[in-house]
């Protein structure tokens, strides 16, 4: 399977490990992500009428040091999946999707007709920061995680997508089963379990595979026995 993300750091948050991850259970699994930092729903449009080489593109969680634009990206595979998201500051509020992520839509359609399209759900920031209150304008993290999940039902609808990964739920749902950090800034995922639970769920959710089995363990930052068995645990629940 080929995935691209027209995505930002959230997507390569959650690509960061899902090659390896893959490759633990004999899955042949490329994934390809189009970085630029904190990019929204309108800006990917502008660089589609632009035909803006304005993207960093990173290759099975690493960066190739290669620049693309988006229709050159879409060219130059055949691709099954591509996701798309909007920026995190911006996913609870439904207004900024329109008329951005139709017209990215219809474009991915117009080069790749084939390939499945998923929305990439984001996740909430962490409670208690200036960013959750000050940057997104929420009380809690679940709050913020409400309006996301209503904007990207609204997203999926709107589009006819084939499916919503929910990293949004599952990073909130391992909070609350006793997981103690999942970001590493406040917003981002940590560079161990958030990603590691960003990986489980598009794994789980775009290929279909028994999580429970796998045996990746090749962590930027330490994970605990506890925080895995949590975390795959989360995902079969949500997913």
């Known amino acids: 399977m080929k995935i691209l993300s027209i995505g930002n750091s959230f997507s390569q948050d959650a690509q960061r490990y899902l090659h390896r991850l893959a490759k633990q259970d004999g899955e042949n699994l490329t994934t390809v992500n189009l970085y630029i930092a904190g990019c929204d729903l309108r800006r990917h449009y502008l660089n589609i009428l632009e035909d803006s080489v304005a993207y960093e593109l990173q290759c099975n969680g690493e960066s190739s040091g290669v620049r693309v634009s988006i229709k050159q990206a879409l060219i130059g595979d055949e691709w099954d999946v591509i996701t798309l998201q909007q920026a995190s500051h911006l996913s609870g509020k439904s207004q900024t999707y329109s008329p951005y992520i139709e017209e990215l839509a219809a474009y991915v359609k117009k080069y790749c007709p084939h390939a499945k399209i998923f929305i990439h759900q984001t996740w909430a920031y962490e409670d208690g920061s200036e960013r959750l209150t000050n940057v ?75 999580i429970t089995k796998n045996s990746f363990n090749d962590f930027d930052e330490s994970v605990t026995e506890e925080e895995k068995i949590i975390a795959l645990a989360t995902v079969n629940a949500v997913v």
């Not at 919503?164 to 749902?173: D, F, N």
């Open 136 to 210: 997104a304008g929420y009380s809690s993290a679940k709050d913020m995680f409400v309006h996301i999940r209503d904007s990207y039902q609204k997203a999926e609808q709107a589009i006819c997508a084939d499916g919503v990964i929910p990293c949004g739920e599952v990073m909130l749902k391992a909070l609350e089963r006793g997981i103690k950090k999942v970001h590493r800034d406040t917003f981002h995922a940590s560079l161990g379990i958030g990603r590691y639970l960003l990986a489980l769920c598009w794994y789980k959710k775009l290929l279909g595979k028994d």
